[in-house]
């Protein structure tokens, strides 16, 4: 059976209202349930893997603390980065969408009006990754200024995390 391009807007539609069972709405920022596996992940991650190879004198119970402060900090550096492709949009004029979605890999699924010119489209989709590559500066001067064990080790993962962004966006 073959669809039209109406029906598939249609159904990605549906799929996409905040409220529904696939995602939820906090402070204007609809979060993909997916959210509910990567963060707890990184959480993971970090404590047992990270930590104890950048602070190991850190205790089991500093590590888990260490690791849920540096994913907030790495959640609102994404959050960051939409807010950047946003405000772009509406320096240039461009339209923005009506809300602001944040998947775990990017709002690659939310379709963003189309900006008035090639140029002003390039700055817009530029704007997330120059702000993660300016996090992700200012995270290294922090880590290299050695002021305390916690901050040096939580701005060396943002700082590496921050560019990788960067780069793959």
């Known amino acids: 059976r073959r669809f039209s391009l109406a ?11 905040p409220g529904n069972r696939l995602s939820v709405t906090v402070a204007g920022i609809t979060w993909g349930m997916s959210w509910v596996v990567l963060a707890p992940l990184v959480i993971w991650i970090i404590a047992t893997l990270y930590v104890p190879i950048f602070a190991p004198f850190l205790s089991p119970t500093e590590a888990w603390l260490l ?15 939409s807010m950047a492709h946003r405000g772009m949009a509406r320096v240039l004029g461009a339209g923005v969408p009506s809300r602001l979605l944040l998947y775990v890999f990017g709002d690659c699924a939310q379709v963003w009006p189309v900006a ?9 989709a ?11 500066g200012g995270a290294y ?3 290299d200024l050695q002021l305390h064990p916690y901050l040096n080790t ?3 993962w943002l700082a590496g995390t921050n560019a990788g962004i960067a780069l793959l966006n």
């Open 7 to 17: 029906q598939v807007m249609r159904y990605r539609r549906v799929w996409a209202v």
């Open 67 to 81: 690791a849920l402060a540096t994913t907030l900090l790495l959640i609102m550096s994404l959050v960051g980065h």
């Open 116 to 124: 008035p010119t090639p140029l002003r489209e390039a700055l817009i």
């Open 126 to 136: 530029l704007a997330g990754p120059a702000t993660n590559l300016l996090l992700a």
């Open 141 to 143: 001067w922090l880590w």
């Open 154 to 156: 939580s701005m060396l």
